[in-house]
């Protein structure tokens, strides 16, 4: 069983820049795809990013040019640079082990999140 903690979430303003970590236990992660969702209040869990064994990545549009995904094997982590943050990033951020692929349901393991808050 993988354990996954994320950490980095804040307060930032509009236009700012977050970096996201998420840092794995109990197992490697550099056989599995790595993937970013995020929930806001009210709203369904929704596909960020992910990033597969090899180093490949595919983006939501809505965070296209705007937010990267890596991972350090090394590290047993994966990261979330975001920039040009908007308001409506908001949302709980949560990483997750699983396949390569924008559905929450092909994700098994998963962290507890992080806040992430964009002031206007």
């Known amino acids: 069983q993988v354990q996954l903690v994320e950490s980095g979430g804040g307060l930032v303003q509009a236009g700012g820049s977050l970096r996201l970590s998420c840092v794995a236990s109990?197992?490697?992660?550099?056989?599995?795809?790595m993937g970013w969702f995020r929930q806001a209040p009210g709203k369904e869990r929704e596909f960020v990013t992910t990033i597969n064994a090899g180093g490949s990545t595919f983006n939501a549009d809505s965070v296209k040019g705007r937010f990267t995904i890596s991972r350090d094997n090394a590290k047993n982590a994966v990261y979330l640079q975001m920039d040009s943050l908007k308001p409506e990033d908001t949302a709980v951020y949560y990483c997750?082990?699983?396949?390569?692929?924008?559905?929450?349901?092909?994700?098994?393991?998963w962290g507890q999140g992080t806040q992430v808050t964009v002031s206007s």
């Open positions: 109990g197992r490697t992660i550099s056989t599995y795809a």
């Open positions: 997750a082990t699983g396949r390569y692929s924008r559905r929450p349901l092909d994700y098994d393991n």
